[in-house]
């Protein structure tokens, strides 16, 4: 089975190990899996995108429209809209790294 985005974001971003249930973030220090949600909660997302160190990244929305949130890291863009503010960022995120994401 493929691992969901959010686990390949804690390994690639931020750099933790993946076991049964929970993130290993190091230092023998573990946190459950449904304390990190990049797509759900904003802070979670911006702990990640702060991580991510991007170059740039900007983010906009049109009165009650979706969320535009465009990330760049390194050469790479990644762009992503949505309604949920939370999801935007770590699909930008996401994409910026070339990781593969699911609509």
């Given at each position: 089975m493929p691992e969901?985005?959010?686990s390949l974001l804690a390994r690639r971003v931020?750099?933790?190990g993946i076991a049964p249930e929970r993130f290993l973030v190091g230092k023998r220090r573990w946190i459950p899996r449904w304390r990190f949600q990049p797509t759900e909660?904003?802070?979670d997302a911006f702990r990640l995108l702060e991580e991510a160190a991007p170059r740039r990244y900007s983010m906009g929305r049109d009165g009650q429209g979706p969320f535009r949130v465009q990330v760049q890291i390194g050469q790479e863009t990644g762009h992503a809209q949505d309604l949920s503010k939370p999801r935007a960022i770590t699909l930008a995120v996401a994409r910026a790294l070339k990781l593969q994401v699911d609509e």
């Open positions: 969901d985005l959010t931020m750099r933790w909660k904003l802070e």
